[in-house]
């Protein structure tokens, strides 16, 4: 099992900046990807960014691609979204995620952390 804790939600304008954090507890040793996904109110839950444990394959959705940027320090079992240039549309409840042994699929996903940006 892995737990997943997120952090650094809340109430920015547009254009402001935030940083998410996520970290990761239990058996991180299984870890092979973490990811961001988010669920804004009456539409279907997205990837955001997703990065490899070893960090040598990153996606971005093509909304966010050059604002958002997904890193991750393996010593602290933690991955980070740092957002820029924030949008309205970019108001959702945001998810971390992980991936596990040799699956595809993001078995573990944190408790979600609210993100609003107004206008």
């Known amino acids: 099992q892995v737990q997943l804790v997120e952090s650094g939600g809340g109430l920015v304008q547009a254009g402001d900046s935030l940083r998410l954090s996520c970290v990761a507890s239990?058996?991180?040793?299984?870890?092979?990807?973490m990811g961001w996904f988010r669920q804004a109110p009456g539409k279907e839950r997205e990837s955001v960014a997703r990065?490899?444990?070893?960090?040598?394959?990153?996606y971005y959705a093509d909304s966010v691609r050059d604002r958002f940027t997904i890193s991750r320090d393996i010593t602290r079992n933690t991955v980070y979204l740092e957002m820029n240039n924030l949008r309205t549309e970019d108001t959702a409840v945001y998810y971390c995620?992980?991936?596990?042994?040799?699956?595809?699929?993001?078995?573990?996903w944190g408790q979600g952390t609210q993100v609003t940006v107004s206008s």
């Open positions: 990065i490899s444990w070893s960090g040598g394959s990153i």
């Open positions: 239990g058996r991180t040793y299984s870890l092979n990807a």
């Open positions: 995620a992980a991936r596990t042994g040799v699956t595809a699929t993001y078995a573990y």
